[in-house]
């Protein structure tokens, strides 16, 4: 089993800002609690040198970079600005974000204000993490929420850009906070895939990242990737990001007539997101990404390029699909520029 080779790499979900955060205590439940109710409010740094580093090491050529928990717009426009030929990255309305954080109230119309100003800069492919709005449950429920969503794909469709919907949440160290939110909560956006077809069946025109696909940082459970699966069989502008999937998830995608590899992107969450994988020899999945509460916070930077890209070199297919996940995708839906033409597959119909 070896690294996945492509022959131009996009990883599609990084985050390429770090925190600063020292943790008073040293009970591991209030560390966890402590990082996962701070992390927005923490002060943020650049990244880009160790990213950069990973990169090379791996041969990712470009990464889409997006701000979250208190990452700014700010620094990841000056890595795109420094890094043109390495970077693109998506808008959030971070500040209005963590104004909400805060305890101020937060609006769909300070977050469309602030996302367009950042748009009209023209140095952002897309809309993420997730969309605006999703960290709340609507007072109004799904059919409100839906309203301030068509707001957002509007601005989408105006800037021709895509937009990350997230879907999943994780177990681990953020589960215990991240489950009890969930309670009763399934109309939130992140909890039920299925609600992302009414997004795309409204805005056929704007593409839609599947953000995790159902797995992240879920241990071995599956319920939520065979729902994004169903939703993204019936609607061709969404896209499945796979970077955190073990082998044998790419399997029903790839064979799926609905699917196949044209419908893949590439993407980790590499960064201060990025899970550490878990080992269960003998096994399917033998390894996999899972946050483990009983050996504390990672303090190292997580190698999530080199397990991701061996989990993905496991297949065996063509090539040329194999290099439409890694990066024909991407390059195709966020207009990333590659060195020559025709390096992905097309051909022409009779």
């Known amino acids: 089993m070896g690294l996945a080779k492509g022959i131009f790499v996009v990883d599609t979900?990084?985050?390429?800002?770090?925190?600063a955060?020292?943790?008073?205590?040293?009970?591991?439940?209030?560390?966890?609690?402590?990082?996962?109710?701070?992390?927005?409010?923490?002060?943020?740094?650049?990244?880009?040198?160790?990213?950069?580093?990973?990169?090379?090491?791996?041969?990712?050529?470009?990464?889409a970079i997006m701000p979250a928990f208190g990452m700014t717009n700010e620094i990841d426009k000056e890595i795109v600005k420094k890094h043109p030929d390495r970077f693109v990255a998506y808008a959030l309305d971070e500040q209005t974000s963590k104004?909400?954080?805060?305890?101020?109230?937060?609006?769909?119309?300070?977050a469309l204000d602030e996302l367009e100003r950042e748009l009209d800069t023209g140095l952002y492919v897309g809309i993420g993490e997730g969309l605006p709005g999703s960290h709340r449950k609507h007072p109004g429920g799904w059919s409100g929420r839906f309203e301030e969503i068509c707001k957002i794909m509007e601005l989408a469709k105006k800037y021709k850009v895509v937009v990350t919907y997230h879907a999943g949440f994780p177990s681990g160290y953020a589960g215990s906070s991240g489950m009890a939110a969930m309670q009763g909560h399934y109309e939130m956006d992140f909890?039920?895939?299925f609600?992302?077809?009414?997004?795309?069946?409204a805005y056929p025109d704007v593409n839609i990242i599947l953000e995790h696909a159902g797995i992240?940082?879920?241990?071995y459970r599956t319920d939520i990737y065979d729902k994004c699966l169903a939703v993204a069989r019936s609607h061709h502008n969404i896209y499945l990001e796979c970077g955190q999937w073990w082998a044998e998830l790419y399997e029903k995608p790839l064979k799926d007539p609905n699917l196949g590899c044209e419908?893949?992107?590439?993407?980790?969450?590499?960064?201060?997101?990025?899970?550490p994988q878990s080992w269960m020899p003998g096994c399917v999945?033998?390894?996999?990404?899972?946050?483990?509460?009983?050996?504390?916070?990672?303090?190292?930077?997580?190698?999530?390029?080199?397990?991701?890209l061996r989990e993905v070199g496991r297949l065996n297919i063509p090539q040329d699909d194999l290099n439409m996940i890694l990066g024909g995708n991407a390059c195709r839906i966020m207009g990333i520029k590659t060195p020559f033409t025709r390096l992905f597959k097309q051909y022409i119909k009779k």
């Open 13 to 19: 979900h990084v985050h390429a800002q770090r925190h």
């Open 21 to 63: 955060f020292k943790l008073q205590s040293r009970d591991v439940d209030s560390e966890f609690s402590e990082l996962s109710s701070g992390m927005s409010q923490m002060e943020t740094y650049s990244n880009a040198d160790r990213l950069l580093y990973h990169m090379d090491k791996y041969s990712v050529d470009v990464c």
């Open 99 to 110: 104004a909400a954080q805060a305890g101020k109230p937060w609006t769909i119309e300070a």
């Open 191 to 193: 909890s039920n895939p």
């Open 195 to 201: 609600l992302v077809g009414e997004v795309a069946a």
């Open 216 to 219: 992240e940082g879920t241990g």
């Open 263 to 275: 419908r893949l992107v590439w993407g980790t969450d590499w960064g201060a997101a990025s899970t």
């Open 285 to 308: 999945p033998e390894t996999f990404c899972d946050q483990n509460i009983n050996i504390g916070l990672p303090a190292h930077q997580i190698d999530i390029f080199g397990w991701a």
